[in-house]
């Protein structure tokens, strides 16, 4: 069993920047596909970002609202996967979710689930 724990979330100001680490345990994260989703207060989840397993021929995505300015990336001697966050809004402001499915090129069916990091741009 795979698990997953988020953290790097805190409080910075607008402009600033925030690194995201979802670490796994039990498994290898090289096998997994790995998103971040968000949740803001009173919306719905979204996706964020997406690493395909190691080794498919998926390609990683961005949602348009952070191309640019959002970077994921993974560590498999880590087994960790990073969300590099610049150039923060505050409408990036949610907790921050990853989860993960084995084998796959997309995030799509995620079997497992971090219980997220909150994340607060504000001035």
Do not use: H
Request: proline share 2%.
């Amino acid at each position: 069993q795979l698990q997953l724990v988020e953290s790097g979330g805190g409080l910075v100001q607008p402009g600033g920047s925030l690194r995201l680490s979802c670490a796994g345990s039990g498994r290898g994260l090289d096998r997994y596909a790995v998103g971040w989703f968000r949740q803001a207060s009173g919306k719905e989840r979204e996706g964020v970002s997406c690493i395909p397993a190691t080794g498919s021929v998926g390609r990683t995505y961005y949602a348009d609202s952070v191309k640019g300015r959002f970077t994921i990336s993974r560590d498999n001697s880590k087994n960790t996967v990073f969300l590099q966050m610049n150039n923060l809004e505050s409408e990036d402001t949610a907790v921050y979710f990853c989860a993960a499915v084995w084998g796959s090129p997309f995030c799509a069916d995620l079997e497992f689930w971090g219980n997220g990091t909150l994340v607060t741009v504000s001035s």
